[in-house]
């Protein structure tokens, strides 16, 4: 069993830089692929980003290539999100997620979800 706790959310204008935090508890919480996804109002969950089990593989979505960066830390089995540049359209409630599948775009392929935390982007 893995529990991950977001937090770092918050308000920021267009332009403006966030850092979301996910902390991993449960022991075997370093066995997991690791990944982000985000929930507009209205809209479906989507992926952001992924990293595989050592944080030497990582992978983003179109929509935010270039301008967020995920890492972790194992040793504090802790990962990050951090995010540049941002966008209105990045507004939404932002979820850290385990799989065995590193890279998986499916949410339904993540065993494991944090409550997530809200990001609001203002023009």
């Known amino acids: 069993q893995v529990q991950l706790v977001e937090s770092g959310g918050g308000l920021v204008q267009a332009g403006g830089s966030l850092r979301l935090s996910c902390a991993a508890s449960g022991r075997t919480a370093n066995n997991y692929n690791m990944g982000w996804f985000r929930q507009a109002p209205g809209k479906e969950r989507e992926f952001v980003a992924a990293?595989?089990?050592?944080?030497?593989?990582?992978y983003y979505s179109d929509s935010v290539k270039g301008r967020f960066t995920i890492s972790r830390d194992n040793a504090n089995h802790t990962q990050y999100l951090q995010m540049n540049s941002l966008k209105p359209e990045d507004t939404g409630v932002y979820f850290c997620a385990a799989t065995r599948r590193y890279g998986s775009l499916w949410s339904w392929e993540y065993n494991y979800w944090g409550q997530g935390t809200q990001v609001t982007v203002s023009s």
């Open positions: 990293i595989n089990l050592s944080g030497g593989s990582t």
